[in-house]
């Protein structure tokens, strides 16, 4: 079953902690439940949404890797 | 600390990377929920003038050339400035930025020289009492 995105973040380039910041705000925008695709380039970023996703209760629902590129999928709690 | 215990961080030092190191941890904490207080006294708050913000504020001293260069390729890079990280950090919400109201009269600077991101003017007893029983950072 295809995951249905409702919000992209594309934060490739942005330094910590701007794609974490950039996800914080577009979360806010979707419903409860709704899930938000991240890109990312920081290195830190596997750690920031690993920690921002327990924190939050946002949960991380996949996470991948591809030529320096993060992706994160995570769902509004 | 508890869930709702702010973090508070009181800025003193004007240089760029200094008020780009404080803006970064203001935007995470931000980002996770945490309240926020930010106390700009001294050169921290002289930095924050309308009419200086946007300006260079040079870097500490143990910068050095590598660091010079360092922060330049940054920058050079699109990494975001600190009144725009701090910005950002606003606009997720519970950031609170009071400037000390004795550096205010020692640099004789006026309410209106201030720039929007600073929410008021306010006294190291309010400060203390908003801090709580969160952490405070002095940069």
Known sequence: MAIQVIARVDARGLSCPMPIVK???AIKSIASGALVEVLATDPGSQKDFAAWSRTTGHELVEQTV???????????K | MAES???NLVLFSGTDDKLQAAAVLTAGAAALGKPVNVFLQYW???A???NRID????????AGVEGREAVAA???AGQASWPETLRQAKELGGV???ACSLSMDLLEIQPSDLDPLVDGIEGVTAFWLSAGDGPVVFI
């Open chain 2, 55 to 62: 300006r260079d504020h040079g870097l500490a001293p143990e």
């Open chain 2, 96 to 98: 609170d930025i009071q």
């Open chain 2, 5 to 7: 215990d702010p973090l």
């Open chain 1, 23 to 25: 996800t914080a705000q």
């Open chain 1, 66 to 76: 591809d030529g320096g590129v993060f992706r994160f999928v995570l769902r509004r």
């Open chain 2, 44 to 46: 921290a708050l002289d």
């Open chain 2, 48 to 50: 924050f003038r309308t």
């Open chain 2, 74 to 76: 940054l920058r050079a």
